[in-house]
């Protein structure tokens, strides 16, 4: 809020600012143009236009040459002051007669003028705000320049009027608020922004890279200037004829005036209409290009029907229908004028953007001052050029513009393309270096394992041989080549541990280094080489392997099972079919991975059937993986099977998307209708990560699920808001931005099967890196890719903007209920569908009605009392036990002792200790042996409150964070008590200490780790060591919450979040 606060100030001082130059700039227009119609004749005005045009090219230029070499406050104060006299001066001169062409160099100078004035203006505005700010508040900062031409102009007959003075006053307040503007550069903005008193421009490369000559080279800012020369064309015949009409009709000066400043006025105060409500829907709706192009279509439209009224009803003022012909030829003025500056304008700074950040103030100075000053001196000659040299009137001059208007129609389609080009250009390079393909959070971290500190390594390493023990030699071998003595000798010992053969060739190389002898592990790798050396001889004899996997020792039997990795496929089915049933759960485990790459079917089934098991869950699906498509008839078979667990099914549709092939493709499109909406959910997401793209006969269902899940996500915005200005708790504004969080990642991966996937990662990549540049340049590649249907509504949600402006931008598209109340809001998450509400929200909106206190919520709660999911039952039944006590025994009575109700019992039963005082002072519960009493919550919704408190779990989302709830267990124990013994640290589970603290120790090391209240108890910080007869003993009374190793080390496999937030608190740990 604060830094909305922060760009509402910068956004309010940039208006006022504005407001003066665009007053000054209103009256000195209208008052330049009367004096000289009052005068001269408009027959006249080309020769102003060529002189004109000639002293905004020369000041211009000036003003662009002398960026690099003077800070922008110094040049612009400097440029302000030396306007500010010269309209004083030019005013004295008209008021007091001085020189017979005052008058003349009067409109003469509102060419520089009106040039310098908006140079400085817009190159400001450049400078305060980033690229993405600029897009978004130029609407903004624009209305303050229009409102204080609208006022100047609607002002100036009433002026007038009252002082009884002449048009050459308008002269003087022109000067007048043109020295405000000056005072207020100086005093407000130079000394606000100190950033703008620094020298940022660099000379030498501006010289070198943006010269003249270097941009004409360049094809793309040959069309922007070629744009800009040709748009001037076009507004300077339209305003010679306009003018050439208007001085007929209005012959007093006081009428004069009056017409072209209300004129004026409704054009202005149009314009800033149209940049409010229309600029926005059009370029959603049609884009860069055919935003453009309207402007020069409905040009040549009205136009022609001008031109036709004027042959057709007479352009003469005596002719009887000339009103009609004097209508059409200002509503050709009005639509031109507005079209260009409400939408033309806008996106011509929008076509600036594949300019090098560096040079693009230099570059847009270039194209908005100096080529449209070039353009208005070109303009004037060849308007005086026919004036002399033809008989042709300012009428007949049109059909050259009519001519422009068709090139200019071309110019657009040839810079857009341009345009087009360099951006994905741009983006395709780094494109080119993106990993082509989905990137498995297991191989993103084997990427970026050599990047992490010593004190991290240990549990990066643990972390991925939990999630897949295949690729995790992948990252013992890249550390191998280390730098770092300590990570070298973790993996070294971990290649030695695990048997990884193909460390032989690495460890060949650095023992062939000059310097080898004097490395600090020098003694490790030759005994880790002897060691795998001789793995590796004796993997040839069979009978050693058998010995092996036959020994009564089970470390040895690990070790036979690890080296089936290696062996042939015949024997390694013989030796593998015996240690599936060894006793020992750890030769189980390995004997699983080992089975990877095996072409047995009888070895596929068994892969296929751990994955149901969670001790053996994560390692089935490391091998399934490894072992691709040779696996996928056992795998569709047992997709199909009756009775089979939604776990594996998911589990087999997650197996096709890793693998990534077409096979997989072809196995995936048929369970995108699935009748399971889970596994319909993540078939659809496996299919984006294949890179598949779907044709465009079958994307119907596609784009309308994408249709939907954008409704979703701006109802979720709009509630969002609600929640925000309301009294409401953080947990619950937390889920529903994790429920907005989940509607980007689903459009994304929908976008993914209409689109070329990898432009999609990329697109996404780059919206949310935080660089403004990367995000525009990736929006833009966003708006090129989208097909015309869906722009409206892709658009608006992906950009960078917050959700007031996303809701009000799709508002059209993608109608929603804006006027809801908390409560409404609250009730409606309930009760919206599972599919677009997760259960963890839909159990914070209970809570939350819980504290309204309203009886009317009671039916509500009733229906989910016996909801199946343990969480939602036992907040519902909380709340319900709050509400109506006697409903609440009531129902929980009838409904708990049938079998579909089976979580209703155990969540009243909890709800009623919880909420009875004295039975919860009293009592006492017994599990596993020890006392249990109702300091620590046992709730699951106060658990997964709790565990957003612990560093390793923060970080994850609500809805993941119950899964994690529903496999804890509540237990607390008296000081000095054995919370439990494992064999072996590598067997311990996982603890969450409410209160208390407890250390590990055994009788060899004694005390070695010691974990307190807040903390999570783990073994990830343990590696390289056999740590045998751990004990983990309190010190203090402790209440702890215990969380099944094999079971949460399946979640962290298929739930991302996990590892991501153990590892991004790692990332913490410095050495």
Known sequence: MSQIRQLNKEVMHLSIFGSFIGAALAFYDIGAITLFLQKFSASQLPEVFIISGISSMVLSAIFIYSQPYFSFSSLTNGFFILIAFTLLAIFTSVYLNLHPNAIRFALIFMGPLNSIALLIFWGTFGR????????????????????????????IPQILNISGLSTVLLLFLSAFFITIATTYSIIGISRRYRFLSVLNDSAQLIRSTNNAFKLLNNRFVLYLVFFAILSIFVALFLDYWFLSVVETVYIRSDELVDFL??????????????????????????????????HPILLIIFIFLTLA???????????????????????????????????????????????????????QAKLEGFAQDLGFFLAGIALYLLSIYTSISAMDNIYIALGLLVILIAIIKLMHGEYQRIIQQKLGEEQESQEVGFITLPEKIVQEIDHRDTPQIPTFLNILNILDPIIY????????????????????????????????????????????????????????????????????????????????????????????????????????NKLFRDPVSLVRYYAVAASAHASNKQLHNFMIEKLGEPQYSNAAFAAIVATGEGLFPSLDSAFYATGQKEIVQLRIVQAYGWVGSQKAVDLLLPKINYSNQNIASMALEMLGRCGYTIEDSKAVPVIIELEEVCGVIIWNMVASQVLDNASCSDILKNALLS???????????????????????????NLSSGDPEKAEFAFGLLDMMLKEEVKPMILPILSISNFEEKINRTRFVLPTKETMDKKEVLIALVQRDYKWVNKWTKACAIRELLQDGSEENVELLVSNIVNPDIILSEIACEALYQLDREKFEIYAQRFQFKNQYLTLKEAASKVVAANNNDEAENSSEVIGGQSISSIAPNMKFDIITFFTSINELKNIPGLVLSEIAKIATLQEFDAQKIVMIYDNIEDMDYYVIYSGEFVLKNKEKGEFARFEAKEMAHNWHFINETISNVELVTTQPTSVYKISKELFNELQSFHDEIPNSILDYTKTIVG
């Open 309 to 363: 009224a004027a042959y057709g009803l007479g352009y003469t003022l005596d002719a009887k229908r000339f009103i009609f012909f004097f209508i059409l030829l200002m509503t050709s003025k009005f639509i031109h004028d507005v079209l260009r500056n409400a939408i033309v304008s806008p996106i011509y700074r929008l076509y600036l953007l594949p300019i090098d950040v560096r040079l693009r103030f230099d570059t």
């Open 128 to 155: 305060i705000f980033n690229v993405q700010e600029s897009k978004r508040l130029a609407g903004k900062v624009s209305a303050g320049l229009a409102i204080g031409q609208i006022i100047a102009l609607f002002a």
């Open 261 to 294: 400043s209300i004129f004026g006025g409704i054009v202005v105060s149009a314009s800033l209409v149209v940049s409010w409500y229309v600029y926005r829907y059009v370029v959603n709706r049609f884009g860069l290009a055919q935003s453009l192009r309207l």
């Open 739 to 765: 429920e907005i969080d989940y509607n980007y990642e689903k459009i994304y991966s929908l976008l993914s099967l209409l689109y070329d996937t990898n432009k999609v990662a990329l697109i996404k990549k």
């Open 473 to 576: 030699k992948q990252a013992i071998l890249k550390l191998l080549t280390s730098e770092d003595t300590v990570i070298q000798k973790t993996a070294l010992i971990e290649a030695s541990k695990f048997c990884i053969l193909d460390a032989l060739p690495i460890l060949e190389k650095i023992m062939e280094l000059r310097y080898f002898s004097v490395l600090d592990n020098a003694e490790l790798i030759r005994q880790t080489y002897d060691t795998l050396q001789g793995a590796k001889f004796r993997l040839a004899k069979i009978k050693y392997i058998e010995q092996l996997t036959q020994s009564k020792l089970f470390l040895e039997r690990v070790f036979g099972a690890i080296l089936c990795t290696y062996a042939d496929d015949s024997i390694k089915t013989k030796l593998l």
